[in-house]
Structures are given as C-alpha cells and as structure tokens.
C-alpha cells in the first residue's frame, strides 16, 4: 500500500506518515518505483502512532516510545512509565477544568441568588 493509500484508507495525514519514514522505523516499508509500500506490521505501528499523538504525545515522545516499543522485550517499563506520565498530565488538567466548572457554577449560583431576590424598596 502506498503511502496515499494508507493516509486515505487508515485516515492518517501525511506528514504523520512522512515523519514514520523518516524515523526510520518502517518495517518491511519498500520502495517500489519511488513509492514507499506498508505491509501490515507498518500499520499497526502506526496505529500505535496516531493513539500516541491522540493522547498528546509531542512528536518527540512518539518517536522515543517507539524506539523503545520496537527495542522489546525489556523497554516496558519505560513504555509503562511514559504512558503513566502522560496519563499524570490528563488527571492534571481534567481536575483543573473541574476547579474551573466550579467557580463558573458559583459564579452562576450567586447571579441566580440575586435575581430571585426581592428588592427592598419595591412595592408589594
């Protein structure tokens, strides 16, 4: 499969697949008559690639994840420890967001609050 076909096919944007070739980290990659050809190993890393940038991964730690993933059996733990890192990173922002949530409900709850109450100076 060129390497149009599998951006179109596998909806993955060229210069992710441009920045795998030259990583060099393609498999069984090949080029016949100036086109790179992925084999199904190539797929999968890259596979790998996009959940990696999805998650947040800077280009850099993609391609130091998989130089460690294709380095097996004894890189896990520096997987583990980088996915761990990552995962930190979302805990860290999602309970950021919840303190934002939070001031913006308050700041809610007090217009609200003052909008049910009775002028003192009105009339009943």
């Not at 992925?38 to 993609?62: K, N, P």
């Amino acid at each position: 499969m060129t390497i149009e076909e599998a951006s179109e096919r596998y909806e993955i944007p060229m210069h992710i697949l441009r920045t795998y070739e030259s990583w060099g980290l393609c498999g069984a990659v090949k080029k016949v008559m100036g086109d790179w050809q992925y084999d199904e190993t190539d797929l999968e890393r890259l596979s790998v690639i996009m959940t990696l940038h999805d998650v947040g991964f800077t280009a850099a730690e993609v391609e130091a994840y998989m130089r460690l993933l294709l380095e097996r059996p004894h890189t896990e733990e520096q997987r583990l420890r980088m996915l761990e890192v990552r995962r930190a990173a979302a805990l860290d922002e999602i309970h950021f967001k919840e303190r934002q949530l939070q001031r913006l409900d308050d700041l809610r709850y007090e217009i609200r609050n003052k909008q049910r109450e009775v002028p003192k100076n009105a009339c009943i």
